[in-house]
């Protein structure tokens, strides 16, 4: 089945506690993207990439790292996290980036920073 | 810079009644227009993209919207809703940027449909 997961799909953490959310597609998809989304603001990317080994920021990079070592996965790391972190994450991906690519979306990851 | 306004954060409406779901984008350049569904718990799916072509796009699930450039929107409806429509709705434009096409959230309506 063509999907793209999320692991894990619940995190309650501590502020500055290290953590990753892993992001996989089997799709051979080339772009991959972080979404947050908070009431009343939609999502806002924070970082993408076009392909293996090129990423670059969106809208809210701020706090946030990510890589692209495989063209399959696409973590996203929070070095420090803090509690204006406290979110629901999608990670999304899609075949190309232009053209009115349709964009295939994981079933979030709702964090919780104490 | 591109933005989309969904003028309606919370829809409530009766099974079997149409609805309307409203989204005015703003733009210099042509667009790509996107609706994709939340439901509960999940990610977010394709309901109907506009490209080119016709104005008046048919989705998934019975919905249609269509493209208004003169008015800048894209406005999603349903001749008659089910329980089952009960989700989150996000409206999108694609930016035709240098490098690749950005794609712009609204910031979502909630539909609640009432048995």
């Known amino acids: 089945e063509a999907q793209v997961t999320q692991n894990p799909r619940y995190l309650i953490t501590v502020t500055g506690k290290k953590l990753t959310v892993t992001c996989s597609q089997n799709m051979n998809h080339e772009y991959m993207s972080w979404y947050r989304q908070d009431p009343g603001l939609g999502l806002r990317q924070i970082y993408y990439s076009m392909n293996v080994e090129v990423t670059d920021k969106g809208d809210v990079p701020e706090g946030y790292k990510v890589s692209r070592k495989e063209k399959r996965n696409f973590p996203l790391i929070l070095e420090s996290p803090s509690p204006n972190q406290t979110s629901l994450y999608f990670c999304?991906?899609?075949f190309g980036q232009g053209v009115g690519e349709t964009q295939y979306f994981g079933p979030g990851t709702r964090l919780l920073v104490l | 810079a591109q933005s989309v306004t969904q003028l309606d954060s919370q829809v409530p409406v009766f099974e079997e009644a149409p609805v309307e779901l409203r989204c005015n984008y703003s733009?210099?350049?042509?667009?790509?227009l996107f609706w994709y569904v939340q439901y509960p718990n999940q990610g977010l799916q394709l309901l109907l993209k506009y490209l080119s072509g016709s104005t008046l796009v048919k989705g998934i699930n019975g919905f249609e919207a269509e493209f208004n450039k003169s008015q800048t929107s894209f406005h999603l409806r349903k001749p008659s809703v089910h329980i089952s429509d009960t989700a989150e709705y996000f409206c999108a434009v694609s930016d035709h940027g240098t490098s690749y096409d950005k794609v712009i959230f609204g910031p979502g309506t909630s539909l609640s449909v009432i048995p």
């Open positions: 999304a991906s899609s």
């Open positions: 733009s210099s350049v042509s667009v790509y």
